[in-house]
């Protein structure tokens, strides 16, 4: 217990604040915050709401482009899709309250970035999951995978909207923190988007959604003794998903946009109250005014701090146009929402809170957001770790066993014990998902002959080994899966998971990292329009891999032509476009097979990417190609022998003459494999544009082979890399 | 030829019915909101749909069983309207006590999606005519709760009257006897767990879903 | 008045819950469990002083909503 | 010997089934219920005699599996 004279400056700390910080405050106020105040600052000023310590580089990320409506900036960003509509999307992390709470943690995650996307009019459409677990041996990972997939499933599923692509992996240095990145994506008309800013004074602004309960407020602010009679009673609670809610809030919020009375809307996100209300005035240039008291409430004799840091899920806040509050009653009525009008706009600048007939908060809002703090912190450049030759790793000394090993290991084994817990045909438009093969999930824009093609990707061993390289390869990596179906690759967002940034090492991996990631956006024309920082993901010291978690959305014309990488035929020949110098540093096969994760990445030569990319979307698009794989994971042994397993056909791989392991499981990039009927043709293509290609394989019989290295059965195949996901989680 | 689907907050395959439907057979789809205690007249099919009724919560089924408009649905059933419960339809049905049985959790107690296979087990009712003798159809199905229960004596009513119009080729949630599917005494009612609704068109992986409901308002 | 009604699965019908949680338990060792039935409560505030009146309220909740009665059965405890 | 497992959210967690069955209720005109919350029972048989050390059992069972001790809480009820 803290007595209640306890000085502000020491509450600050324990909000989180730093003593300069603090002292900012008192000198922008002029007068020290009371409680309340402070706690709407620390909010406020947290790494989460303010990127105090990565917007100075996220600035570094090229964020305009012919298609972008809305970049960075807003609840979800905006590109345009032809036709008069729009695509918004974002991705988000819920990792820290997924440690804790898997079900609940992975649950709210998902309905989190849902919100962010329907607040801004979009129906969702696709939701995405990227998911990053400790080592398989680890006690607890067990436990969190089928918490977290049964969250995601539980909630997206009852939500009504398909999931329909995502990754997953297991790497001891999530052990102590696991990653929870959760995608969603929306379809919207290009004239009707919706932001948060509050365009006037005077304008009624309304909640609606679930009651306001205790739920998520941080601990350590919990035990002061200014805010609570009973302590034990005000524990904080771990926030509760109700996916039902949230349908009802969806279907409510867009009744609500379409009938004209919404002025600006912003859901409740981390931070609630607090954050929605400042930005939506900050925004807007306005003031506003609340009455705490009119704030629907779960539990009896809530303070108004835990109001305002109330974390309780599936509530929005908006700001009606003048005269339109019937409009809202009639529609939160339909849907059975709990609504109520708790305040106005102003024309103050400031915030003001009242509750119990006092005014318990009186602030500017402009401190809130212009005055947060903006660090430039230290950072060492993370040295460039030695290209490893060929000849310096063992090639296998059992071929049957090491295709076995890699096909079945933790990253390379089939998910399917994951994805079929997830409704990935719900709304009748999923072209392509998790069990079709291919290699983005691809959705109809309803009604049209046009779809969407969508991607979750990076490489943490390649961030971890190069951050610069690692970032330039999770976007070039999401650009060629897109292209791989066919689509036109439009824009990104993205999820910065690392560890503590004020350790300069850290930041160090954050800044190359965003450096090799802008690089590649600006090389492919792919812009990030949103994105998300997830920073202080470490235990005892020890840091995650480093993981830029890349979400990306493309074009796709005429769904009729479009590939994926089932339908290999028996007489198909295999063309391997781009290529293979046998890149194996902190490769797969040198981590599963050798033990090792040392070397360079793969380098991503930008311009070839794009040529090489450009050059198999045109095949597609042109109908003289449909069964196309990207080469990443494995190499081309692993991408070949996907094609079989979703074919049901076998595969013959040529024997490379030098360096079979190299040529077969070094991982360069910018390569893709087509199945061809007719390989001189497509060669002679490939070689007018520039481009290397080469026959690499044929299909046909019932195994994967390459004479004299391996010859595998089909079924084995079949059985070790389906095998292994249900044999763990049994 | 005229249908209705009937929507419940939580409903989320009102959408994909209604568009089912109208791609299908052409005909005109209104959805009705629960709240309604009449039915627009002339109906020819009623689609209680998939989704998630009330968050499932309590019982799949059991909040939605009680809307003001499921009093007008088992009184058009009554006069031999035919009914179609897709999905979380049908545990809605079987709760309205208009399909005898229930539907338990999953034997695996997981949700399952996934393309299924299923035997045309009576393809003399109205909703199944249309297969024209095929013995094997392919739909998908989505649910954490489909695994069929009813005691004996009723399976083997079930069975033996002819009810039992889909069954799973290989058994995905532990339903009694893999029924999929089944239809009232009368024929006129039907409950399945897997979706139609969803394989309507060959992008989707299948068109079996449209033969469906194209035997259905072809019986009207 | 307080109200807490027990739902539970009539013995012919399969506890799927209830015999994954029984071979839960014996593979973390606790083997001298068996017959693991699992079951509901439902617990709430009943306004009115009448006992008789209101357990027969709270029968006819579990009648209409509170427990399917094809496969469950239930106990009500007003007090 | 028979154990009873009663596992039940924790005050203040929300109660997404309590608040939706708690709608249904009033919707069929049983307005005088407030406050419904939902829990789980786990009954099951126990081999043994020592009613302590039963006890203890059961709730090593409880922290291990049965209860998410996250944000439920449970009581045990051995004889
Ligand atoms: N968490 C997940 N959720 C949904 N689908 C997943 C998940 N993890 C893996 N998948 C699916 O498994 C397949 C293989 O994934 P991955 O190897 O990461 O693909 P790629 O190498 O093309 O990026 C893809 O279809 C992917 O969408
Ligand atoms: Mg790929």
């Not at chain 1, 398909?162 to 240095?173: K, S």
């Not at chain 1, 049901?648 to 390569?671: I, K, T, Y």
């Given at each position: 217990m803290i007595a209640p004279a306890k000085p502000m400056a020491e509450l600050a700390l324990e909000y989180g604040l730093k003593s300069d910080e603090y002292d900012l405050i008192v000198r922008r106020l002029n007068r020290e915050p009371n409680a309340l105040e402070l706690g709407v600052f620390s909010v406020m000023w947290s790494e989460h709401c303010s990127y105090k310590s990565s917007r100075k580089h996220l600035a570094k990320f090229p964020t305009q482009g012919p298609k972008v409506i809305q970049g960075p900036g807003e609840n979800a960003g905006v590109v345009d899709i032809g036709d008069g509509q729009a695509c918004i999307f974002k991705m988000e992390s819920h990792n820290h309250p997924s440690f804790i709470e898997p079900y609940q943690g992975a649950a709210t995650g998902v309905g989190g970035i849902m919100r962010d996307v329907?607040?801004?009019?979009?129906?969702?459409?696709?939701?995405?999951?990227?998911?990053?677990?400790?080592?398989?041996?680890?006690?607890?990972?067990?436990?969190?995978?089928?918490?977290?997939?049964?969250?995601?499933?539980?909630?997206?599923?009852?939500?009504?909207?398909?999931?329909?692509?995502?990754?997953?992996?297991?790497?001891?240095?999530?052990?102590?923190?696991?990653?929870?990145?959760?995608?969603?994506?929306?379809?919207?008309?290009?004239?009707?988007?919706?932001?948060?800013?509050?365009?006037?004074?005077?304008?009624?602004?309304?909640?609606?959604?679930?009651?306001?309960?205790?739920?998520?407020?941080?601990?350590?602010?919990m035990a002061s003794a200014e805010f609570g009679e009973d302590s034990d009673e005000k524990r904080p609670t771990v926030q509760v998903g109700d996916p039902f809610a949230e349908k009802l809030l969806i279907e409510a919020t867009l009744e609500l946009m379409a009938s004209g009375a919404v002025a600006a809307i912003q859901d409740m996100g981390a931070a609630g109250l607090t954050s929605s209300s400042v930005e939506m005035a900050g925004k807007g240039g306005v003031g506003i005014e609340l009455d705490l008291d009119a704030v629907p409430q779960r539990e009896e004799g809530m303070s108004a701090y835990e109001m305002m840091l109330s974390e309780s899920q599936e509530r929005m806040l908006a700001v009606l146009k003048p005269g339109r509050e019937p409009d809202g009653r009639r529609i939160f009525e339909k849907w059975g929402l709990d609504a109520a009008t708790i305040g106005h706009t102003t024309d103050t600048g400031r915030i003001v809170l009242k509750h119990r007939g006092q005014v318990v908060c009186d602030l500017p809002l402009a401190p809130l957001s212009d005055d947060a703090p903006l660090y430039d912190r230290p950072y060492v450049t993370p040295a460039k770790p030695p290209r490893l030759a060929p000849a310096h790793i063992p090639a296998p000394s059992?071929?049957?066993?090491?295709?076995?090993?890699?096909?079945?290991?933790?990253?390379?084994?089939?998910?399917?014990?994951?994805?079929?817990?997830?409704?990935?045909?719900?709304?009748?438009?999923?072209?392509?998902?998790?069990?079709?093969?291919?290699?983005?999930?691809?959705?109809?824009?309803?009604?049209?002959?046009?779809?969407?093609?969508?991607?979750?990707?990076?490489?943490?061993?390649?961030?971890?080994?190069?951050?610069?390289?690692?970032?330039?390869?999770?976007?070039?990596?999401?650009?060629?899966?897109?292209?791989?179906?066919?689509?036109?690759?439009?824009?990104?967002?993205?999820?910065l998971n690392f560890g503590n940034p004020e350790r300069p090492e850290i930041m160090g991996q954050i800044v190359a990292a965003i450096e090799g990631m802008a690089e590649a956006c600006r090389a492919l024309d792919f812009p990030v329009v949103s994105g998300n920082v997830s920073l202080y993901n470490e235990t005892n010291g020890v840091a995650i891999p480093p993981t830029p978690t890349v979400g990306?959305?493309?074009?796709?014309?005429?769904?009729?032509?479009?590939?994926?990488?089932?339908?290999?035929?028996?007489?198909?020949?295999?063309?391997?476009?781009?290529?293979?110098?046998?890149?194996?540093?902190?490769?797969?096969?040198?981590?599963?097979?050798?033990?090792?994760?040392?070397?360079?990445?793969?380098?991503?030569?930008?311009?070839?990417?794009?040529?090489?990319?450009?050059?198999?979307?045109?095949?597609?698009?042109?109908?003289?190609?449909?069964?196309?794989?990207?080469?990443?994971?494995?190499?081309?042994?692993?991408?070949?022998?996907?094609?079989?397993?979703?074919?049901?056909?076998?595969?013959?791989?040529?024997?490379?003459?030098?360096?079979?392991?190299?040529?077969?499981?070094?991982?360069?990039?910018?390569?893709?494999?087509?199945?061809?009927?007719?390989?001189?043709?497509?060669?002679?293509?490939?070689?007018?544009?520039?481009?290397?290609?080469?026959?690499?394989?044929?299909?046909?019989?019932?195994?994967?082979?390459?004479?004299?290295?391996?010859?595998?059965?089909?079924?084995?195949?079949?059985?070790?890399?389906?095998?292994?996901?249900?044999?763990?989680?049994? | 030829m005229k249908a209705a689907v009937v929507v419940f907050p939580g409903s989320n395959c009102d959408r994909d019915c209604a568009v089912a439907i109208e791609r299908s057979t052409g005909a005109k789809v209104e959805r009705v909101w629960h709240q309604e205690s009449a039915l627009p007249s002339g109906l020819d099919l009623i689609v209680l749909p998939g989704g998630f009724a009330y968050g499932d919560y309590l019982r799949c089924g059991a909040m939605a069983s009680l809307s003001p408009v499921m009093r007008a649905v088992a009184d058009a059933a009554e006069r031999?309207?035919?009914?179609?419960?897709?999905?979380?339809?049908?545990?809605?049905?079987?709760?309205?006590?208009?399909?005898?049985?229930?539907?338990?959790?999953?034997?695996?107690?997981?949700?399952?999606?996934?393309?299924?296979?299923?035997?045309?087990?009576?393809?003399?009712?109205?909703?199944?005519?249309?297969?024209a003798g095929r013995r094997e159809v392919t739909m998908t199905i989505g649910n954490g709760e489909g695994n069929f229960f009813a005691d004996e004596e009723t399976l083997d009513r079930l069975e033996g009257e002819g009810q039992v119009v889909f069954r799973y080729k290989a058994n995905p949630n532990g339903s009694a006897r893999a029924i999929a599917g089944i239809v009232s005494g009368r024929g006129n009612v039907l409950g399945m767990m897997p979706h139609p609704d969803r394989a309507f068109e060959e992008e989707l992986g299948s068109t079996d879903g449209a033969i469906l409901f194209q035997s259905v308002l072809a019986s009207a | 008045m307080k109200a807490k009604v027990e739902v539970f699965l009539k013995p012919g019908v399969l506890d799927v819950q209830g015999k994954a949680i029984e071979g839960a338990l014996h593979g973390l060792g606790f083997g001298a469990v068996s017959g693991v039935r699992v079951g509901k409560t439902i617990e709430f505030e009943l306004d009115g002083a009448d006992k008789a009146k209101a357990e027969n309220e709270v029968k006819a909740m579990c009648d209409r909503l509170l427990a399917n009665t094809v496969i469950e059965g239930y106990r009500v405890d007003v007090g």
């Open positions: 329907f607040t801004m009019g979009a129906r969702p459409i696709a939701l995405l999951n990227a998911l990053r677990f400790g080592d398989p041996s680890h006690p607890k990972t067990k436990r969190l995978v089928s918490g977290v997939v049964a969250g995601i499933g539980g909630y997206g599923n009852c939500v009504g909207v398909p999931t329909v692509a995502g990754e997953t992996n297991f790497h001891r240095g999530y052990d102590g923190n696991i990653l929870v990145n959760a995608m969603c994506v929306g379809l919207a008309d290009a004239d009707k988007i919706f932001y948060s800013a509050a365009p006037a004074p005077g304008l009624p602004v309304v909640y609606f959604g679930s009651k306001t309960g205790r739920d998520g407020i941080h601990g350590a602010t059992d071929w049957n066993a090491a295709i076995l090993t890699l096909m079945s290991c933790p990253d390379m084994a089939s998910k399917r014990w994951l994805w079929e817990q997830y409704d990935r045909h719900v709304m009748a438009d999923t072209l392509a998902d998790s069990a079709t093969a291919a290699d983005a999930g691809v959705v109809r824009v309803h009604g049209a002959r046009k779809a969407l093609a969508v991607t979750s990707d990076c490489t943490p061993r390649y961030v971890q080994a190069d951050p610069y390289e690692g970032g330039k390869q999770a976007v070039a990596e999401a650009w060629r899966n897109l292209t791989a179906v066919g689509a036109e690759p439009i824009a990104i967002t993205d999820n990306a959305v493309g074009l796709i014309q005429d769904y009729g032509r479009r590939a994926g990488f089932k339908g290999l035929k028996a007489g198909d020949a295999l063309v391997l476009i781009g290529e293979t110098r046998g890149e194996l540093g902190a490769s797969l096969y040198l981590r599963e097979l050798q033990g090792r994760e040392d070397g360079a990445p793969p380098p991503v030569d930008l311009a070839l990417e794009r040529r090489t990319g450009d050059f198999v979307r045109g095949l597609i698009q042109a109908g003289a190609a449909s069964v196309v794989h990207d080469l990443s994971d494995g190499g081309l042994a692993a991408a070949a022998a996907e094609m079989a397993l979703a074919s049901g056909v076998g595969v013959a791989l040529n024997a490379p003459a030098r360096d079979p392991h190299a040529q077969l499981f070094g991982e360069d990039q910018a390569r893709y494999l087509i199945a061809s009927a007719d390989p001189d043709g497509l060669i002679a293509k490939a070689k007018a544009a520039g481009l290397a290609s080469e026959v690499v394989g044929v299909a046909g019989g019932e195994a994967f082979l390459a004479e004299g290295l391996f010859n595998i059965a089909l079924a084995a195949l079949r059985e070790a890399h389906e095998g292994w996901m249900p044999a763990y989680m049994a | 031999g309207v035919a009914v179609a419960g897709i999905c979380n339809g049908f545990q809605v049905l079987c709760e309205a006590g208009m399909l005898p049985g229930a539907l338990l959790r999953n034997a695996a107690l997981k949700y399952v999606c996934t393309p299924i296979d299923l035997e045309v087990a009576n393809g003399q009712t109205r909703f199944t005519a249309g297969y | -």
